[in-house]
């Protein structure tokens, strides 16, 4: 069963096309690799998908619901999640602050609420915390609870900017470059880490990845884009041999190993 149906996203920059005629069905439980030279346009497909963008055509349905105009916050209570290229932590609040913050979609309180501390106040504070104290132990942050994230190592934040994004309890987690700027132990590392987050969360994932080890090692289906058009998509062992995704890469079959 799809969780998410994308059809025909096309979207341009004044004159210059970043995506055209993008389709996609994303099954439940599936973990889908999105992979293409710099400037192909995977980014833009998850700006657009995750309601960053409007795009200038094309339909995206997710969970059963039409979402091609909704905004970000709107996207994320629906239960969809997503970490950025450049992390983006708030490096002022504490690694547990940010884990607690993350949960705003589902504040069952308004201003009042907080004012008055109401009963719905309480209760909402209460599972936040809860679910930030959950994520800390699953994750193995719970020494850096009371750190700031700009303190701690990279890998360590991007820990942290995944456990953010699983806080909302989302229903697909979207990933981007995970692994960038990772050294090869926390590469191993973070390979275990999503395999293990999807069985024990039982998400659809979908992540964009230049380092081909994640992706051939964790996805079962990849989709290749080129210019902001897909050029081929199958299993690792397909797209590991297919003519036109080594030339977009400019190597070799051995290239898409490393």
């Known amino acids: 069963m799809a969780i998410l149906e994308v059809r025909n996203l096309t ?3 004044g004159g210059l096309r970043a995506v055209f005629k993008f389709d996609l069905a994303l099954q439940e439980g599936e973990v889908l690799g999105l992979i293409g030279p710099n400037g192909a346009g995977k980014t833009t497909v998850f700006n657009l998908v995750s309601g960053f963008y409007h795009p200038t055509e094309g339909d ?3 969970r059963g619901n039409e979402i091609v105009r909704l905004r970000p916050h709107e996207v994320t209570a629906l239960g969809m999640a997503r970490t950025f290229q450049n992390i983006r932590l708030w490096n002022t609040l504490t690694v547990f602050e940010n884990l607690c913050i993350s949960q705003h979609s589902k504040l069952g309180y308004g201003i009042l609420g907080t004012i008055f501390r109401s009963r719905g106040f309480r209760t909402s504070e209460r599972c936040i915390r809860k679910t930030a104290e959950e994520i800390l132990d699953i ?3 719970r020494h850096y609870a009371n750190e700031y994230p700009k303190n701690l190592p990279y890998g360590l934040q991007r820990r ?3 456990g953010r994004a699983l ?5 697909l987690l979207m990933l981007d470059e995970p692994a960038a700027g990772m050294n090869p132990g926390e590469v191993d590392q973070l390979i275990e880490l999503i ?3 999807r069985d024990k969360f039982q998400l659809t994932i979908w992540l964009i990845e230049h380092h081909m080890r994640v992706v051939m090692n964790i996805c079962e289906r990849i989709v290749v884009l080129d210019f902001g058009e897909t050029i081929a998509q199958g299993t690792p062992e397909e797209i590991r041999q ?3 995704v080594i030339q977009a890469y400019l190597g070799d079959a051995d290239s898409i190993d490393a």
Request: with cysteine; net charge neutral.
């Open 11 to 13: 979207h341009f920059f």
């Open 60 to 62: 995206i349905c997710f």
């Open 139 to 141: 994750l193995s942050l």
């Open 160 to 162: 942290i900017e995944i």
């Open 167 to 171: 806080a909302m309890r989302p229903h």
């Open 195 to 197: 395999t293990w987050i």
């Open 242 to 244: 297919d003519p036109r």
